[in-house]
């Protein structure tokens, strides 16, 4: 039997945090995942339960206080190039064109293949034609691909996205969602996704991850063996929808009346 490492392992993951008076907060409690390479994992649960960390410390810049993730078999103790991170308040430089803050930080490249990555991430994105402007020429949307062509030309074979759509109105986290999958399918990394909302945890991910509250355990791992494009009215889709919503022991029963 083949045995298929893990591209990302969490091993039995602990963290407390003590707070200003002394006192012990415990974020995380044996937190324990596999993820496969190339796969797109979501992580979900309520606000406060430790999904910000759980990803900060797979990225290398927080370490847990017992147990380890490793990547590609190696403990992860500090950050790393070929893992970039997409937080929700865009970082792009305001001082900077489109493309310069694609190429932002690629050392390694000549001009020529500079002006490659920047076609293929700008064509990608959807922003041909805004490779010369600024980011106050720019939508939050458009800042936020921006983030995302910048996050895939330095080459990374992870993507961490702690809720990097959460900033945005709801017409433009539909269509983002739709082109986050189309890239995830042509670049092909392994993407581990923090967001608050179900739905498009459902949309985007082969699996979701539900955390309980804090101290953070896994309640659930869900498959979502679903084809994409997902609709949003699929019997099936909304069937996994309900299931998470109701492992997260919320009410859904009116999120269809109240969308109307
Ligand atoms: N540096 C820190 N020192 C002390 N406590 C912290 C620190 N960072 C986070 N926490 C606490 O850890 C808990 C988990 O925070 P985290 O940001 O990971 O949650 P989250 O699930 O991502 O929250 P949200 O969904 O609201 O963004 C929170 O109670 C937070 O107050």
Redo the contacts with the bound molecule.
């Keep these: 039997m083949i045995v298929e490492t893990p591209k990302i392992e969490f091993r039995d993951l602990d963290l407390r945090?003590t707070?200003e008076d002394g006192s012990e907060?415990q974020?995380l409690n044996s937190v324990n995942l596999n993820v496969k390479e190339g796969e797109f994992v979501c992580i979900v649960?309520p606000?406060?339960?430790?999904?910000?960390?759980?990803l900060n410390i797979a990225c290398g810049f927080l370490n847990p206080t017992r147990g380890q993730v490793l990547i590609d078999e190696v403990p992860v103790t500090a950050p790393n190039r070929k893992r970039v991170f997409i937080f929700q308040d865009n970082s792009v430089f305001p001082w900077l064109t489109v493309s310069e803050n694609i190429t932002f930080g690629l050392v390694d490249q000549t001009p020529a293949e500079k002006d490659e990555l920047v076609n293929r991430y700008v064509e990608m994105i959807g922003l041909t034609g805004f490779e010369h402007a600024y980011p106050r020429e720019l939508s939050g949307g458009m800042k936020q691909r921006v983030e995302i062509a910048r996050a895939l030309a330095s080459g990374p074979d992870v993507l961490f996205m702690d809720?990097p759509l959460g900033a945005l109105d709801w017409l433009t986290r539909l269509k983002m969602r739709a082109d986050l999958v189309e890239i995830w399918r042509q670049e092909k990394k392994t993407i581990l996704f923090?967001t608050?909302d179900v739905e498009e945890s459902v949309q985007l991910a082969d699996r979701v991850v539900v955390l309980c509250d804090?101290p953070a355990e896994i309640r659930a791992v869900v498959d979502v063996d679903l084809p994409r494009p997902r609709s949003l009215d699929d019997p099936e889709y909304l069937q996994i929808r309900d299931e998470i919503f109701d492992l997260m022991g919320l009410d859904h029963h009116g999120i269809e009346a109240s969308q109307r």
Excluded at 47 to 54: D, F, I, P
């Design positions: 945090f707070a907060v974020v649960g606000s406060g339960c430790g999904k910000s960390t759980l809720e923090v608050h804090r």
